[in-house]
């Protein structure tokens, strides 16, 4: 069973279009997160949820809407599509939120704003 | 946000060379990961290091934690093709994880 999975695998849609990426992870771990990371492979952090609480909120725009219907669940829903919000997407998780923690990546959501 | 700079973007070598990837920052981290992600994958943890001057080995990977926990560097001896990778540094600081924008390793056969 993959720990950490999200779909789809791969998006491809129009500017202004809105679009869900779903996240899971069976790992029974209390946090989850949101990485964007653009073509030059830079990883940035979006968004923390501890169980189903927000706790990281970095500058991102409103557009983009995270939501945690449970603490195994974080998806990621996106109003009004840009160009500039192609790349891959990835979910994480970690046992808890705190120092050292390991994260574990999901394979990604690779979005194409066309 | 907590800058870490990489480098080299991109190391080309033959299988059984050695190489080094550094991880530079002016920031001072409560701990520092490595992690490696493969094309189509997320990124997957190597190793933490926490304490300033910390070597870690991982069979033919060593990872070091500068004194100041400022920097780190990636050694990989006698390197396989299956070293090949997207090698990420990641800073811990204010409970939140800044990552590097990587070094691109191909090992050639």
């Known amino acids: 069973d993959t720990a950490v999975s999200q779909t789809p695998k791969y998006l491809v849609t129009q500017m202004g279009n809105d679009k869900s990426i779903k996240c899971e992870q069976n790992l029974g771990h209390d946090t989850m997160y949101w990485y964007k990371q653009d073509s030059k492979k830079f990883l940035k952090i979006m968004f923390s949820?501890?169980?189903?609480?927000?706790?990281i909120n970095e500058t991102v725009p409103n557009r983009f809407s995270p939501k945690s219907p449970d603490k195994a669940h974080l998806n990621l829903h996106i109003n009004s599509l840009e160009l500039g919000d192609s790349a891959v997407y990835f979910c994480?998780?970690?046992?808890?939120?705190?120092?050292?923690?390991?994260?574990?990546f999901g394979s990604g959501t690779q979005l194409s704003v066309l | 946000t907590q800058l870490l700079e990489q480098s080299p973007q991109f190391l080309s070598i033959q299988e059984g060379e050695n190489l080094t990837v550094y991880c530079n920052s002016s920031?001072?981290?409560?701990?520092l990961q490595w992690y490696r992600q493969e094309p189509g994958e997320g990124p997957v943890l190597l190793v933490t290091v926490v304490t300033g001057g910390e070597v870690k080995k991982l069979k033919r990977l060593t990872f070091q934690f500068g004194d100041a926990r400022k920097d780190s560097s990636l050694h990989i001896t006698a390197a396989q093709p299956g070293d090949t990778g997207l090698y990420l540094c990641a800073g811990e600081g204010d409970y939140k994880l800044s990552f590097g924008a990587g070094t691109t390793v191909t090992v050639r056969a």
């Open positions: 949820y501890n169980n189903k609480e927000l706790i």
């Open positions: 994480a998780s970690s046992a808890r939120a705190g120092i050292q923690e390991k994260l574990f």
């Open positions: 920031s001072v981290f409560s701990s």
